[in-house]
């Protein structure tokens, strides 16, 4: 095994969080833990779980309340919708773009959050391309 | 050997070989532990998506939810929208936090959130547990396809799965393995897609028959049957499928691969597209199934994908079609496995063969390929006395170990700053021994209907919310030890990283 490529050199910079220099405000008080600095914290938090909660709240109004639905009309096992049954329409095919609007609505209000959070303590986030 | 098993000789080799070729290839960019581990944390949202596509559909999703619903009808069409939205439930809950507490596997998690032992120790066990229960009916199932496609006895799919899963991951690790599960869910995407549009074309051909006029009506009703239990059935069903999944130890895994967590969670929706994309076709086959396959609904099933392209088409297309299924399959098995294997034996390569044994201790990289290699075996000869346990039915089980277990952890770890290491303990034990004993008896019973064998053979309902409840009450009885470094440990959870923050 002579023709090994040459090892691996693992090159460091300097840290980046000393580089900027001065840091703001705000970022000083969450790192030192003061009654302001928790206010930021548990304002980010308490928008984040909303958030979470409010995506699972129209999964369970929507998907969730199906089978209560069917157990409640089972006249709706017989409803068709053109050559498909309601259920097969519904649960084999609909319910996926659902999810998908779902989860592209929560990253859209998440990183919103992520944003006004930074802008809170004074930090400027970077616009990544999509 | 006879003409009809060279399409499925031809398309288990050709897996095989190209999943030893893409893992070989990662060889080459793969050197340090963390390229191991994690794949030194570089994989981008489409690459990372299509590779936990690929390692999440496993065997129960390419054959198995075909068979169920041919069989059960849209009862069983929770399952792939479980698996679907379990990756939504994952992305608002955990996705971000998980990837920025920047640990490398659960119990990593576990210790760094909790600051306790004990409390890795646990999760250590449940992850390997949890594994090798998720491992066996991969390898059952390799067994089940090789007999029906090539008349193979069953535990040469076990041993052929068993083997590549070894050689592909022990060299290359997690970097190698990325591309392989990527090109996997390309494959098990193509498989189930292009003999759709050829089966359909021969349907409509046909006059286009309608399905639904040779089944029941309960056929066409998401529900399972038996009135209120049926309904209990279903939701629980449904709570096991919609948290388990953030708790799959070969799932959350892939999620340490992120740059960040803006990724994890981009990565998240891509796999959410993806599933979608895939869980529109095993309706089809099952559909198909009812006109084109009568005689497979009692008892073979499970075989419906691999054997409708030959019912309804026959000659060298039907034969290529055979074989393009059997590569999706066997592909399955291969993807699902070697994730599992990552996971288990990223955990043993920390937690037991990389500690020091006597005055030996071996490095990173070789207690990785010891792990990996005990990984691989132990549930291998766990598979070879029991050939004939239903797939599904252990699958599921995993599901609702980990909904009972590691998603509380997760829940409240992540956003409840109050949790204690005993509440943690408490919780994982009174899931994990709850779950795990319902469906160690339904297992070993025989199946009965009623009230009792619905409560034990679906135990999520009931055994997640007591979990969940045993981890607050025992958190906030022990409210004292609430680690030091909870308040510090949120901030680095939910903090977007570019934010100047002491992490």
Same mark, same amino acid.
């Given at each position: 095994?002579?023709?090994?490529?040459?090892?691996?050199?693992?090159?460091?910079?300097?840290?980046?969080?000393?580089?900027?220099?001065?840091?703001?405000?705000?970022?000083?008080?969450?790192?030192?833990?003061?009654?302001?600095?928790?206010?930021?914290?548990?304002?980010?938090?308490?928008?984040?779980?909303?958030?979470?909660?409010?995506?699972?709240?129209?999964?369970?109004?929507?998907?969730?309340?199906?089978?209560?639905?069917?157990?409640?009309?089972?006249?709706?096992?017989?409803?068709?919708?053109?050559?498909?049954?309601?259920?097969?329409?519904?649960?084999?095919?609909?319910?996926?773009?659902?999810?998908?609007?779902?989860?592209?609505?929560?990253?859209?209000?998440?990183?919103?959050?992520?944003?006004?959070?930074?802008?809170?303590?004074?930090?400027?986030?970077?616009?990544?391309?999509? | 050997?006879?003409?009809?098993?060279?399409?499925?000789?031809?398309?288990?080799?050709?897996?095989?070989?190209?999943?030893?070729?893409?893992?070989?290839?990662?060889?080459?960019?793969?050197?340090?532990?963390?390229?191991?581990?994690?794949?030194?944390?570089?994989?981008?949202?489409?690459?990372?998506?299509?590779?936990?596509?690929?390692?999440?559909?496993?065997?129960?999703?390419?054959?198995?939810?075909?068979?169920?619903?041919?069989?059960?009808?849209?009862?069983?069409?929770?399952?792939?929208?479980?698996?679907?939205?379990?990756?939504?439930?994952?992305?608002?809950?955990?996705?971000? /936090?998980?990837?920025?507490?920047?640990?490398?596997?659960?119990?990593?998690?576990?210790?760094?959130?909790?600051?306790?032992?004990?409390?890795?120790?646990?999760?250590?066990?449940?992850?390997?547990?949890?594994?090798?229960?998720? &491992?066996?009916?991969?390898?059952?199932?390799?067994?089940?396809?090789?007999?029906?496609?090539?008349?193979?006895?069953?535990?040469?799919?076990?041993?052929?799965?068993?083997?590549?899963?070894?050689?592909?991951?022990?060299?290359?690790?997690?970097?190698?393995?990325?591309?392989?599960?990527?090109?996997?869910?390309?494959?098990?995407?193509?498989?189930?897609?292009?003999?759709?549009?050829?089966?359909?074309?021969?349907?409509?051909?046909?006059?286009?028959?309608?399905?639904?006029?040779?089944?029941?009506?309960?056929?066409?009703? /998401?529900?399972?049957?038996?009135?209120?239990?049926?309904?209990?059935?279903?939701?629980?069903?449904?709570?096991?499928?919609?948290?388990?999944?953030?708790?799959?130890?070969?799932?959350?895994?892939?999620?340490?691969?992120? /740059?960040?967590?803006?990724?994890?969670?981009?990565?998240?929706?891509?796999?959410?597209?993806?599933?979608?994309?895939?869980?529109?076709?095993?309706? &089809?086959?099952?559909?198909?199934?009812?006109?084109?396959?009568?005689?497979?609904?009692?008892?073979?099933?499970?075989?419906?994908?691999?054997?409708?392209?030959?019912?309804?088409?026959?000659?060298?297309?039907?034969?290529?079609?055979?074989?393009?299924?059997?590569?999706?399959?066997?592909?399955?098995?291969?993807?699902?496995?070697?994730?599992?294997?990552?996971?288990?034996?990223?955990?043993?390569?920390?937690?037991?063969?990389?500690?020091?044994?006597?005055?030996?201790?071996?490095?990173?990289?070789?207690?990785?390929?010891?792990?990996?290699?005990?990984?691989?075996?132990?549930?291998?000869?766990?598979? &070879?006395?029991?050939?004939?346990?239903?797939?599904?039915?252990?699958?599921?089980?995993?599901?609702?170990?980990?909904?009972?277990?590691?998603?509380?952890?997760?829940?409240?770890?992540?956003?409840?700053?109050?949790?204690?290491?005993?509440?943690?303990?408490?919780?994982?034990?009174?899931?994990?021994?709850?779950?795990?004993?319902?469906?160690?008896?339904?297992?070993?019973?025989?199946?009965?209907?009623?009230?009792?064998?619905?409560?034990?053979?679906?135990?999520?309902?009931?055994?997640?919310?007591?979990?969940?409840?045993?981890?607050?009450?025992?958190?906030?009885?022990?409210?004292?030890?609430?680690?030091?470094?909870?308040?510090?440990?949120?901030?680095?959870?939910?903090?977007?990283?570019?934010?100047?923050?002491?992490?």
């Amino acid at each position: 095994m002579s023709d090994q490529p040459p090892p691996r050199v693992r090159v460091t910079g300097p840290p980046r969080r000393r580089a900027s220099g001065v840091r703001s405000a705000g970022t000083r008080e969450i790192d030192a833990e003061t009654a302001l600095g928790e206010v930021f914290m548990r304002s980010l938090l308490r928008e984040q779980l909303l958030l979470a909660l409010r995506v699972l709240a129209a999964l369970a109004l929507t998907l969730g309340l199906l089978p209560l639905a069917f157990h409640l009309f089972p006249a709706l096992g017989d409803v068709r919708v053109g050559p498909f049954p309601l259920a097969w329409l519904l649960l084999g095919a609909l319910t996926y773009p659902w999810l998908v609007l779902l989860g592209w609505l929560y990253i859209r209000r998440s990183e919103a959050n992520e944003r006004d959070f930074a802008d809170l303590v004074g930090s400027v986030l970077p616009e990544e391309p999509r | 050997m006879n003409a009809d098993v060279v399409p499925g000789v031809v398309a288990v080799i050709l897996v095989s070989v190209a999943t030893l070729a893409i893992g070989t290839w990662g060889l080459r960019i793969s050197r340090t532990t963390s390229d191991f581990l994690v794949a030194s944390r570089t994989v981008r949202p489409r690459l990372n998506a299509s590779a936990i596509g690929g390692e999440y559909l496993s065997a129960a999703s390419f054959l198995g939810v075909a068979g169920l619903l041919l069989t059960f009808g849209a009862e069983m069409l929770w399952y792939p929208v479980g698996w679907t939205a379990g990756y939504l439930v994952l992305l608002v809950l955990v996705a971000a /936090p998980l990837r920025r507490s920047g640990a490398y596997t659960l119990p990593d998690f576990a210790e760094a959130r909790l600051g306790s032992r004990g409390v890795r120790k646990l999760c250590s066990v449940l992850v390997v547990g949890i594994g090798w229960l998720y &491992l066996l009916p991969q390898f059952q199932g390799a067994g089940v396809t090789l007999r029906s496609t090539i008349g193979a006895p069953p535990w040469a799919g076990s041993l052929v799965v068993a083997l590549v899963v070894l050689a592909s991951v022990s060299p290359g690790g997690m970097r190698s393995i990325t591309f392989v599960q990527a090109f996997q869910f390309w494959l098990k995407l193509t498989a189930l897609l292009v003999p759709v549009f050829v089966l359909l074309a021969v349907w409509a051909a046909d006059g286009a028959p309608d399905p639904t006029t040779t089944a029941a009506s309960s056929w066409s009703t /998401p529900l399972a049957s038996g009135g209120g239990v049926g309904l209990y059935t279903t939701y629980s069903l449904i709570v096991a499928t919609f948290l388990g999944t953030m708790g799959l130890p070969h799932v959350v895994v892939r999620f340490y691969t992120n /740059p960040d967590g803006r990724a994890a969670r981009r990565t998240t929706l891509a796999v959410l597209v993806l599933l979608g994309v895939f869980y529109v076709l095993p309706p &089809l086959y099952a559909a198909l199934g009812r006109i084109y396959a009568p005689d497979l609904i009692d008892g073979r099933s499970d075989v419906l994908v691999l054997e409708l392209p030959s019912l309804m088409v026959g000659g060298l297309l039907g034969a290529v079609l055979t074989g393009l299924v059997t590569a999706g399959a066997f592909a399955a098995f291969l993807s699902t496995s070697s994730g599992l294997t990552i996971a288990v034996a990223g955990v043993l390569s920390q937690d037991v063969t990389g500690r020091r044994w006597g005055s030996y201790r071996l490095g990173g990289v070789a207690s990785f390929r010891v792990a990996a290699a005990i990984a691989v075996v132990v549930p291998l000869l766990m598979s &070879l006395p029991a050939q004939d346990v239903a797939v599904a039915r252990t699958v599921g089980l995993a599901f609702a170990v980990t909904a009972s277990t590691f998603a509380p952890l997760l829940m409240l770890g992540i956003w409840w700053r109050g949790l204690t290491p005993a509440g943690a303990v408490a919780g994982l034990l009174v899931g994990g021994l709850g779950s795990g004993a319902a469906v160690a008896w339904t297992l070993a019973t025989s199946s009965s209907s009623g009230w009792a064998a619905a409560l034990l053979g679906q135990p999520a309902a009931w055994s997640v919310p007591a979990s969940l409840a045993t981890m607050v009450v025992v958190s906030k009885l022990t409210a004292a030890s609430v680690p030091a470094h909870a308040g510090r440990f949120m901030v680095r959870l939910h903090t977007p990283e570019a934010v100047d923050l002491q992490r």
